[in-house]
């Protein structure tokens, strides 16, 4: 079976830290492009970072200080390390696969054909 399945997420206090995991199976993971999305309450589905095949990460301009995105290949699995959480952190948190393959074409909802279930993280001060 072709999934997405995040874990990882919590409640946690602002000025802290967390790592999301994203497990992939059902197909061959160390192909393609795969990213991070967060959407909050009432708001869109806002991109965080992308990271291709070979380990490069990009990342939204307002997500490069505090967002590192990484993933392991032999383990099929891709993580999101988040620090110093802000209130407005708390969203829920999706992996999501590159429709094409391997390299990545921008953080945007229309290029991912793949998701997770999601991961929620809360935030309080």
């Known amino acids: 079976q072709v999934q997405l399945v995040e874990s990882g997420g919590g409640s946690v206090q602002a000025g802290g830290s967390l790592r999301l995991s994203c497990a992939a199976s059902?197909?061959?993971?160390?192909?393609?492009?795969m990213a991070w999305f967060r959407q909050a309450p009432g708001k869109e589905r806002e991109g965080i970072a992308s990271i291709d095949r070979w380990g490069t990460p990009t990342y939204a301009e307002s997500m490069k200080d505090r967002f590192f995105i990484s993933r392991n290949n032999a383990q099929n699995s891709l993580y999101l390390e988040i620090y110093s959480l802000k209130p407005e952190d708390t969203a829920m948190y999706y992996c999501?696969?590159?429709?094409?393959?391997?390299?990545?074409?921008?953080?945007?909802?229309?290029?991912?054909?793949?998701w997770g279930q999601g991961t929620q993280v809360t935030v309080s001060s």
């Open positions: 059902g197909y061959t993971y160390s192909r393609y492009c």
């Open positions: 999501a696969r590159d429709a094409v393959g391997s390299y990545c074409r921008g953080i945007y909802s229309r290029y991912f054909d793949l």
